[in-house]
């Protein structure tokens, strides 16, 4: 039964592989084309939809568009700090409007009746949380398996963008303030109106969605604080 398994398993791997190839070659010709930003912006954002926003796949793509990038940038041999600061913010832009879009997807299936589990909501709503902190790691480890001037670079961007914040962070951090707040208010608008079932996820996501932003503030409070220090 195992070895019936196999052939599936290794056909996804190859398939998977083949898409990473993509997209940094995608990236490579990128370079060389005007706009780098808004072309790996697009490109993510094609890369994020085909794959539904996933954290593990999240760290594939990044690392796949940024080496591609990377190898585009070594071999015109021009500026490559410019560069991937360009790709990077094309990047950062991609991811963040991919966590707007999910929160109001996630809203939406509460609003609409969708019953969830409490660890359904949690998982769901830490994913965005923590979407800054993988975009970052992923760079910051795209860099170590680098070398060169590549890896000096992406070093000091990704370290930039964990002290100075990312458009990532920002989006995250509006989107779980408005899937808190407004699915409390149209749940509390429309209680009348909704099924026992539906009234009991709008208020449950409301609290769980509540909780992880009171946590994300903390954590951005002690983190402002150590730099400051």
């Not at 080496?67 to 950062?92: H, I, N, T």
Request: glycine fraction near 8%.
């Amino acid at each position: 039964m195992n070895d019936a398994s196999t052939p599936a398993s290794s056909e996804t791997s190859i398939h998977e592989n083949e898409q990473l190839v993509q997209w940094h070659d995608e990236a490579e010709a990128a370079v060389s084309e005007p706009d780098l930003c808004e072309r790996v912006r697009d490109l993510t954002a094609r890369a994020l939809h085909e794959r539904r926003l996933a954290l593990q796949d999240l760290a594939k793509i990044v690392s796949a568009i940024a080496s591609g990038v990377g190898s585009g940038l070594s071999k015109r041999g021009g500026e490559m700090k410019d560069g991937l600061k360009q790709a990077v913010s094309g990047l950062d832009d991609a991811v963040g409007s991919a966590a707007q879009s999910a929160s109001y997807t996630l809203r939406e299936a509460v609003e609409q009746g969708r019953a969830f589990k409490d660890n359904e909501l949690k998982s769901s709503l830490e994913q965005l949380r923590d979407l800054e902190a993988q975009l970052v790691d992923t760079l910051k480890q795209t860099a170590s398996q680098s070398g060169g001037k590549l890896r000096e670079e992406l070093e000091s961007l990704s370290e930039h963008l964990k002290n100075s914040g990312t458009r990532t962070g920002e989006q995250v951090r509006e989107a779980l303030q408005q899937l808190a707040s407004g699915v409390k208010a149209s749940g509390e608008a429309g209680r009348a109106g909704l099924s026992e079932s539906a009234s009991t996820a709008t208020e449950r996501l409301s609290q769980v969605a509540s909780g992880i932003l009171d946590a994300l503030s903390d954590s951005l409070k002690r983190q402002s604080e150590r730099l400051r220090s």
